[in-house]
């Protein structure tokens, strides 16, 4: 029979134990593509496990070609339920360059390749978690990623490398919602 004194150090040491335990589960459930240290990874083969939100078209310069937009089902339902993004919603933005062919539906039609430029994630973050590092703030992890090395976030920090291009889209959360007809209940 284990005496007193031996046992509430036990019932200790089990309590530390399991709250760590549900502390690091807490975390993972956070998002699948960042780790313990606020690092993001792109995830893999996105186009077909998530949602397609919606496409800009940019005709030229650097950043010309189709930006196809991405996240998961479940940030999509619910966003349409709340107009807010989930804590965890992963936003990947896909840019791939163009070409414009004459077809049956018109001239000049424009049509994405099958090469890709770069892309861009974000992870929304409403607790703050990565205090101190320098792609996570205003609410969002930022992430850009080159294709030589897709497995390497580039950006250094989001508020010189990503916040230029997002300052638009401040009142809606960063994000340009108005090019994603998936985030609107649909019409029938």
Excluded at 1 to 22: E, G, T, Y
Excluded at 91 to 117: A, D, H
Aim: charged share 20%.
């Amino acid at each position: 029979m284990i005496s007193k004194n031996r046992l509430l150090p036990f019932i200790v040491s089990l309590a530390i134990f399991f709250s760590a335990n549900f502390a690091l589960a807490e975390d993972k459930s956070f998002s699948l593509y960042v780790d313990q240290q606020g690092s993001i990874t792109l995830p893999k083969d996105f186009r077909l496990k998530m949602v397609h939100l919606g496409s800009w078209f940019v005709p030229q310069g650097d950043a010309s070609g189709f930006h196809d937009v991405y996240t998961e089902k479940s940030s999509a339902e619910f966003y349409r339920k709340t107009g807010t993004f989930p804590d965890g919603a992963t936003i990947i933005k896909e840019l791939r360059p163009s070409k414009s062919g004459n077809y049956t539906t018109g001239t000049g039609v424009s049509y994405p390749l099958e090469s890709v430029k770069q892309w861009f994630v974000m992870i929304k973050d409403s607790k703050s978690r990565f205090k101190g590092n320098e792609n996570w703030g205003l609410g969002w992890g930022w992430a850009l990623f080159k294709t030589d090395a897709p497995s390497v976030n580039v950006s250094s920090n989001y508020q010189a490398d990503c916040l230029a291009c997002h300052m638009p889209a401040k009142k809606t959360d960063w994000i340009y919602t108005e090019a994603y007809p998936t985030l609107s209940k649909p019409l029938h």
